[in-house]
């Protein structure tokens, strides 16, 4: 799912001086109270908190009560979910008019009939309302499913989320994630059937020029995909070194952009 991330924070924890033989207990209850609200400084609400260091030594503050100042190192989960990002929830309520959906446990998450593209119709199936899709009789979203849905705004004070449902990669995850396996299982069926079909040919003794071209297109498109997850990983570089089964390949952005002209004619 979208929209978690991780964020290493340098704190400074006031303590009331009562607390001073309690320190690591009062900097938890003191760090417990960020846990489920929105943070503008870490932009994200704060789901859960780890301590990785604790400084020994605290700055006093002076005053009529000596508040003390201790700092610690945090890494925070939080969730900042953006428009356009994907999240998952679970269906809670439906209607003709929505579909309530809860996030993570603790946000809710409304989809107005106007974001739910017209491949869901309405109906009442054995008694309990249910969204069913009119192009797969098998992809349901009842009370109790599981959706991928795309995040159209989010409201930070009250941790409510505005989704919709009209783009094709977002319904019930397990039937994306069950006819995403089965769409790529029959391409590669597709794909060893037609290099086999041309690898016969070639012992016929008639080579195939179109086996050729399509091999190339094959590891090409390969060699892509693969440096485009390294360049995720590594923006800002100019050149990424890429290993593969058969050999290492270093490619520049230029001849990355002149293998995906070649991928695509």
Not at 13 to 37: G, N
Not at 139 to 162: A, C, N, P, Q
Not at 221 to 245: C, D, P, Q
Request: net charge positive; aromatic share 8%.
């Amino acid at each position: 799912m979208e929209g978690l991330k991780v964020s290493k924070a340098n704190l400074v924890v006031y303590i009331h001086p009562s607390k001073s033989k309690q320190v690591s207990k009062a900097v938890l209850r003191e760090l417990s109270s960020l846990l489920f609200t929105f943070n503008e400084t870490f932009d994200g609400v704060v789901l859960a908190y780890d301590v990785s260091s604790l400084d020994k030594c605290a700055k006093i503050l002076p005053g009529v009560h000596p508040y003390f100042g201790v700092k610690l190192k945090v890494n925070l989960l939080l969730l900042s979910p953006k428009p356009d990002m994907l999240l998952e929830g679970k269906v809670v309520k439906l209607t003709q008019e929505s579909i309530h959906v809860v996030v993570l446990g603790f946000s809710s998450a409304i989809i107005a009939e106007k974001d739910i593209r017209e491949e869901f119709v309405f109906k009442t199936k054995r008694g309990q309302d249910v969204y069913a899709s009119r192009s797969h009789k098998h992809h349901v979203i009842k009370v109790g499913t599981m959706i991928r849905f795309l995040v159209k705004s989010f409201d930070e004070e009250i941790l409510h989320l505005y989704g919709s449902l009209a783009p094709d990669h977002t319904g019930s995850i397990y039937w994306l994630d069950k006819n995403l396996e089965v769409a790529s299982h029959s391409d590669r069926s597709a794909k060893r059937k037609l290099e086999g079909e041309q690898d016969q040919d070639a012992v016929n003794g008639e080579p195939s020029t179109l086996g050729t071209v399509q091999k190339l297109k094959n590891k090409l498109a390969t060699i892509a995909e693969y440096v485009t997850i390294v360049f995720r990983m590594s923006i800002g570089k100019a050149n990424w070194h890429v290993f593969l089964g058969e050999g290492n390949f270093s490619l520049s952005i230029s001849e990355l952009k002149g293998f995906s002209k070649l991928l695509y004619t």
